[in-house]
């Protein structure tokens, strides 16, 4: 008997996590137009699983349709393969419908193009936990590579199969942390493949027996899981449109506004990155990880981190050219995740926002101290609340709120352990 193939589409979810539903391959060419239905209560699916509040009840139906140019498949040594799709939420009559996190983004690179001739250009680096290192080799360690067995060459195998170009995979600092980063892409492709990374991951793990965890932190008192955004623009002719050596920062003018309008927002956008109540666990001195709402250069511990440039040849280094967003982890969808950084840097380009001086002495504020306090900050920007629309902007917060209500009464380690079970 031949096995007959299944696809799946799915959307990183307001939970960040991949969920939708799956169908005979064989019936690709309608779903790519019909899509699947889903209940509009689908997306209030919590971090847990459970739905703990919608405003929607069991009522209404939206479809989701898959991307085409979103296709993953990867085949393992044993086992199906993996076919899925990254797809959009739309209405009945197809328009796009306010709550996809995927739309989200969408409209952000859209206005960003349209108002300022400016793409995306942007890599993420994730980091997650292995459960099948054997042992407790120490960290970067070539003893750490080799302990994690067939792990990182099955998962790059995986990427290349699905088109995605590895950058690098490397044992981290914590226990069993491993860390992949792929190659740059422009727009939505590149939040489309951090999803395809994290679930090729999983799949990768899952056929050795084993998991591998993104949870933002698996023990209070650890290392955490950091998913870092590397952006930067291209103009219209594809060009580098961020560096200017002769500026402050290396930036120029637009590159400038749009890293100010990041920074200017972080408080809220950490609502959005930092997305769960263990990311705040994460976001603590002395783990790597950022503490506060700024922007150094070359410096690993800042919110935003001007990345090094290697060599002195002038037009490699303006491709080289890039900023890390780090506060992000991988309870945020990357969908939302970059849609908001685009639609903050889209706020700053606007108000032709602009940065210190390097150097200048100034205190910088601390990042929000718990989800809580993130949520109550994104709840406060008027500007935020116009980017999401209202719709999804309400939706976003009743089912964050629901979830820090879920996990009220656990300690640390209890609620760490309840996002390493999910994540
Ligand atoms: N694990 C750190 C974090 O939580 C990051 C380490 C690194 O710089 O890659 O963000
Ligand atoms: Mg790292």
């Known amino acids: 008997m031949e096995p007959e193939r299944i696809a799946f589409v799915g ?20 779903r790519l137009t019909h899509g699947v239905g889903l209940a509009p209560s689908n997306i209030m699916m919590s971090a847990f699983g459970p739905i703990h509040e919608t405003p929607y009840g069991t009522a209404g139906e939206v479809l989701l349709i898959p991307a085409a140019e979103t296709r993953v498949e990867a085949t393992f040594d044993e086992g199906p393969p993996e076919i899925f799709f990254c797809g959009d939420i739309v209405t009945l009559e197809g328009a796009p419908w306010g709550g996809c996190p995927r739309g989200f983004l969408k409209r952000g690179l859209e206005a960003l193009e349209r108002e300022a001739g400016l793409r995306l250009y942007s890599a993420f680096e994730q980091e997650l936990v ?37 950058d690098s995979f490397l044992a981290e600092y914590g226990p069993g942390q491993y860390e992949v980063t792929v190659k740059p892409a422009i727009g939505v492709a590149a939040a489309d493949q951090a999803v395809a990374v994290r679930e090729l ?43 200017d050596p002769a500026r402050p920062h290396g930036l120029s003018r637009l590159g ?8 200017q927002h972080m408080p809220a956008l950490t609502a959005v990155t930092a ?23 070359v410096d690993r511990g800042a919110g935003l981190r001007i990345c090094p440039l290697i060599g002195d040849d002038e037009a490699s280094r303006r491709r ?36 210190p001086d390097p150097g200048a002495s100034s205190d910088a504020e601390p990042l929000p101290a718990s989800l809580t306090e993130a949520l109550d900050r994104l709840a406060a920007s008027p500007d935020a609340r116009g980017w999401f629309g209202d719709g999804l902007f309400d939706l976003y917060l009743q089912l964050k709120r629901a979830e820090v209500r879920a996990l009220e009464g656990l300690d640390a380690a209890e609620i760490c352990r309840r996002y390493a079970d999910v994540y």
């Open 275 to 297: 997305p769960s109540v263990a990311s705040y666990y994460r976001l603590q001195p002395n783990r790597w990880a950022p503490t506060e709402v700024n922007l150094a250069a």
């Open 130 to 166: 292995y459960t099948g290192v054997v042992g407790t080799p120490l960290p970067y360690t070539l003893d750490a590579l080799r302990r994690q067995g067939r792990f990182g060459e099955t998962l790059l195998a995986a990427l290349r199969q699905a088109g995605i170009t590895p």
């Open 320 to 355: 080289q050219f890039n900023v890390e967003y780090r506060v992000a982890d991988a309870a945020a969808s990357p969908h939302l995740a970059l849609g908001a950084l685009v639609h903050a840097g889209l706020d700053g380009i606007r108000r032709e926002m602009t940065l």
């Open 201 to 243: 991951a999983r799949a990768a793990a899952y056929r050795l027996g084993h998991r591998a965890i993104f949870a933002p932190i698996l023990t209070p008192d650890g290392v955490g899981n950091g998913t870092h955004i590397h952006f930067s623009l291209l103009d219209a002719e594809s060009a580098p449109a961020m560096p």
């Open 256 to 263: 400038e506004h749009f890293v100010a309008g990041v920074l």
């Open 11 to 30: 959307v990183s979810d307001l939970s960040g996590h991949f969920r939708g539903k799956s169908f005979p391959l064989a019936d690709l060419a309608q």
